[in-house]
């Protein structure tokens, strides 16, 4: 079964400062999908950003980038420009090639305070 | 923007009574997921539907919990009697995912439900 591990439980930043949340998983698969999410406080969770196994260029999405390093299944998600609206809980899941029930995956997560 | 809409928003409820949770997909998406968030840990995958059909439904407590999509719309989920160990957040999600293809899943704000 896969597994995903969020170590760090909270973390803090300053405003316009960089911040990055780490994420480790376990599996056999070769081909699979990563993601994070985000959930801010009383509001519903939202994909962040995702990375297809089979890619070896970093996503991207504008003020967030990821760090996936396939051979040490590592999954890192760097937040550049922090913004007061980035404090939320972030959630790293991983997702099986067959997109089917316990293939979706979600870690403890990680609550980021951003402070002005 | 369409969004995934559950009711009720908050519930609480004592032991051993009834409840039940309704969620309604984004039109034409046809997965649709709940999960179960327990206060600090991440979102657990408790059933997935593909129409009509349950894919998965290995995480769910069968002996106590129903789950149901009867038309392939909008679901319901029930837990009868309800425990003190079942108070969480209970999320729905859909997308149009299909066997071995990745879809975006997005998220309806939940149900916080607290059983005393």
């Known amino acids: 079964a896969q597994t995903v591990t969020q170590s760090q439980p909270e973390m803090s930043v300053q405003e316009a400062e960089t911040v990055t949340l780490s994420c480790t998983y376990d599996t056999s698969e070769s081909n699979y999908y990563l993601f994070w999410y985000k959930q801010p406080p009383s509001r519903q969770m939202i994909l962040v950003i995702r990375?297809?196994?089979?890619?070896?260029q970093n996503a991207t999405e504008n003020r967030f980038s990821v760090n996936f390093q396939k051979a040490a299944k590592s999954f890192s998600l760097k937040i550049s420009d922090s913004q007061l609206g980035d404090t939320a809980m972030y959630f790293c899941a991983f997702m099986g090639p067959d997109n089917y029930g316990q293939n979706f995956v979600f870690g403890p997560g990680t609550r980021l305070s951003v402070l002005p | 923007e369409a969004e995934v809409a559950q009711s009720p928003r908050y519930k609480i409820t004592e032991k051993s009574q009834a409840v039940a949770f309704w969620c309604d997909p984004i039109s034409g998406h046809a997965t649709l997921y709940w999960y179960r968030q327990i206060l600090g840990q991440g979102p657990e995958l408790l059933v997935q539907?593909?129409?009509?059909?349950?894919?998965?439904d290995s995480q769910l407590p069968k002996d106590r919990f129903s789950a149901e999509r009867l038309k392939g719309v909008d679901s319901t989920l029930k837990i009868q009697p309800a425990e003190l160990g079942d108070s969480a957040m209970y999320l729905c999600?859909?997308?149009?995912?299909?066997?071995?293809?990745?879809?975006?899943?997005?998220f309806g704000p939940g149900t916080r439900l607290t059983v005393t």
């Open positions: 539907f593909q129409d009509e059909s349950v894919v998965d």
């Open positions: 999600a859909s997308s149009l995912a299909l066997a071995g293809a990745y879809y975006e899943q997005y």
């Open positions: 990375q297809e196994a089979y890619k070896q």
